[in-house]
């Protein structure tokens, strides 16, 4: 069990830019979640994959927002025309499905810090 | 409106003291789970509940849910450095259909002074 792995840590870019960012989850999980962490608050939902579907995006995931799991291992998370109010910290997590209504909790990664300036 | 209630938002004790923190939902809670955070990093999972009148012990840190299934706590014993950090909660309110699209407080800052 090497955790959750997400790359980079922290990215610095300027508005208007695309960023894409990579999370490798524990190689055994199937359900893999992306949340948004802003200074001082909890971690906020955005979208959840199981296997390599999309089964849920929160009203947060604007259109700006893209999430793929193409072989339901790694995911990527892409946001395009980034804006000031992007900038946060973006988890990702992992968990594994054991039977029906019941799962394993989430394991997080380190986060990737987005800076907008 | 916060969904979930952490308190206090803040806590600075002496090592050594006990302290308690509280996360309630004005929701029934299907899950309640318990999160640890060091500044700029991921959380770390510590302790989850699911059952009313449920209490689960790890170390030095207990959490208890209550009855009702509307009130957590978490409860260090004998507090040392290590345990300094921000404690998050984070509920499943069961709407997500076994999804685990949990709703987090806002966290407790926790400073242990020598």
């Given at each position: 069990?090497?955790?959750?792995?997400?790359?980079?840590?922290?990215?610095?870019?300027?508005?208007?830019?695309?960023?894409?960012?990579?999370?490798?989850?524990?190689?055994?999980?199937?359900?893999?979640?992306?949340?948004?962490?802003?200074?001082?608050?909890?971690?906020?939902?955005?979208?959840?994959?199981?296997?390599?579907?999309?089964?849920?995006?929160?009203?947060?995931?604007?259109?700006?927002?893209?999430?793929?799991?193409?072989?339901?291992?790694?995911?990527?998370?892409?946001?395009?025309?980034?804006?000031?109010?992007?900038?946060?910290?973006?988890?990702?997590?992992?968990?594994?499905?054991?039977?029906?209504?019941?799962?394993?909790?989430?394991?997080?990664?380190?986060?990737?810090?987005?800076?907008?300036? | 409106?916060?969904?979930?209630?952490?308190?206090?938002?803040?806590?600075?004790?002496?090592?050594?003291?006990?302290?308690?923190?509280?996360?309630?939902?004005?929701?029934?809670?299907?899950?309640?789970?318990?999160?640890?955070?060091?500044?700029?990093?991921?959380?770390?999972?510590?302790?989850?509940?699911?059952?009313?009148?449920?209490?689960?012990?790890?170390?030095?840190?207990?959490?208890?849910?209550?009855?009702?299934?509307?009130?957590?706590?978490?409860h260090i014993t004998a507090s040392q450095p290590s345990h300094a950090g921000i404690y998050l909660c984070g509920a499943d309110h069961g709407r997500s259909q076994g999804a685990q699209k949990l709703v987090f407080g806002?966290?407790?800052?926790?400073?242990?002074?020598?």
């Amino acid at each position: 069990d090497t955790g959750v792995s997400q790359n980079p840590r922290h990215k610095i870019t300027k508005r208007g830019q695309n960023v894409t960012f990579r999370c490798d989850p524990i190689s055994e999980h199937n359900r893999l979640y992306w949340y948004r962490q802003t200074l001082g608050q909890g971690p906020e939902f955005l979208t959840y994959f199981q296997n390599e579907a999309q089964l849920e995006k929160s009203r947060l995931l604007s259109d700006r927002f893209s999430a793929e799991r193409p072989k339901g291992s790694f995911s990527t998370l892409e946001i395009q025309r980034t804006e000031q109010g992007d900038s946060a910290m973006y988890l990702c997590a992992s968990s594994r499905l054991l039977r029906q209504a019941l799962h394993s909790p989430l394991h997080f990664g380190n986060g990737t810090r987005l800076t907008v300036t | 409106s916060q969904e979930l209630e952490q308190s206090p938002q803040s806590l600075i004790v002496q090592e050594g003291k006990n302290l308690t923190i509280n996360c309630t939902s004005s929701k029934t809670l299907y899950g309640l789970y318990w999160y640890k955070q060091k500044y700029g990093e991921g959380l770390i999972f510590l302790m989850m509940l699911q059952k009313g009148g449920e209490e689960k012990s790890h170390e030095k840190i207990t959490a208890k849910l209550d009855e009702k299934k509307q009130q957590s706590s978490l409860h260090i014993t004998a507090s040392q450095p290590s345990h300094a950090g921000i404690y998050l909660c984070g509920a499943d309110h069961g709407r997500s259909q076994g999804a685990q699209k949990l709703v987090f407080g806002q966290g407790t800052r926790l400073t242990i002074n020598p």
